[in-house]
């Protein structure tokens, strides 16, 4: 496994990833939980993301119970806070950020985490306002680092122009070979102001593993076919992109590596990418993901395999 440093801050982050979007608290059992988080440590991954609101709550839970027995200091933790916990729960207002990262740290049986994020931009807030509140958790040792997920460039250089606050360090966008959205302005703001992206999904839900056939049933142990983590890959499962999916096969192959380890390769060729979360169900899937840190694949390759799938959308 390879590290990289994470932004401005003095965090070094493993290439790979593990998140619990979808997964632990919610689509898998606290067993298969524990042996993903198990392996993950075995296999070098040190970073763990996950958020409040996967499973209102769950998927911390189970982490934190997981994570106790662990030093605090061998792995960094991020979570997240802005999508409604209850009726009356949601936001970046100082209030709902002051509640919400100190629920989070009860969850994860952690007095503080490494980096806290805000999961979208609050339109109903004043910038301001959430910027202070992200600073104050910075002052009370609450979160060492802040970040946010899915921000316009006009919001992140909007928060780059309040004095006086903590400055983030990372940004996690949706980025695939299948999503490049982020290319376009995105990273280029944030390289040059010392913020990384940990990207979500590189993989496009498991899309680019290529297990997925056209015209095929998924398999039955996909995320695809669960009734809990199935519903949001739906919009990836046309028959346009699953055949120009199968068509990469052969590059991966001539690189000498999986599909699913050619595709996360190709996320870290970026050097604004710290890291690519992966979830994982089977501690298998990581073995297979966390070999992608150790790849060098020509990029001839790459150029090929970005000409396949260019001008695909997911519906």
């Not at 966008?173 to 913020?195: D, F, I, N």
């Not at 009734?227 to 028959?239: A, C, D, E, F, V």
């Amino acid at each position: 496994m390879k590290y990289r440093k994470l932004g401005a801050s003095d965090l070094t982050v493993s290439e790979i990833s593990l998140g619990s979007w979808l997964t632990y608290g919610v689509g898998i059992e606290a067993d298969r939980t524990r042996a993903c988080v198990d392996r993950a440590f075995e296999l070098g991954i040190n970073f763990i993301d996950t958020a409040n609101v996967y499973g209102r709550g769950a998927a911390e839970t189970v982490l934190g119970e997981v994570l106790a027995g662990r030093p605090r200091d061998s792995y960094v933790l991020a979570t997240k806070a802005y999508f409604p916990m209850s009726l009356t729960d949601r936001g970046l207002s100082r209030a709902q950020i002051r509640k919400q990262i100190d629920a989070s740290l009860q969850r994860l049986r952690t007095h503080y985490v490494d980096l806290y994020q805000c999961h979208r931009y609050d339109t109903e807030t004043p910038l301001r306002e959430t910027m202070d509140a992200l600073s104050e958790v910075v002052r009370s040792g609450k979160a060492r680092y802040i970040g946010f997920s899915e921000w316009s460039a006009d919001q992140i250089m909007a928060a780059f122009a309040v004095p006086g606050v903590a400055r983030f360090v990372s940004s996690q966008p949706q980025y695939s070979l299948l999503h490049r959205r982020p290319e376009r302005q995105v990273m280029p703001l944030c390289a040059a102001h010392g913020v990384s992206q940990i990207v979500w999904s590189p993989l496009a839900q498991g899309i680019l593993s290529g297990k997925y056939l056209p015209g095929a049933e998924p398999p039955p142990d996909s995320r695809a076919a669960s009734g809990s983590m199935g519903q949001t890959i739906q919009g990836w499962l046309n028959r346009d992109i699953l055949e120009a999916v199968q068509k990469l096969k052969p590059l991966a192959s001539e690189a000498g590596c999986t599909l699913s380890q050619f595709a996360l390769a190709w996320v870290l060729r970026e050097p604004n990418v710290a890291s690519a979360i992966v979830g994982a169900s089977r501690p298998e899937q990581l073995d297979d993901n966390a070999a992608a840190s150790d790849l060098t694949i020509d990029p001839s390759l790459f150029a090929k395999a970005e000409a396949i799938v260019a001008g695909l959308e997911r519906r």
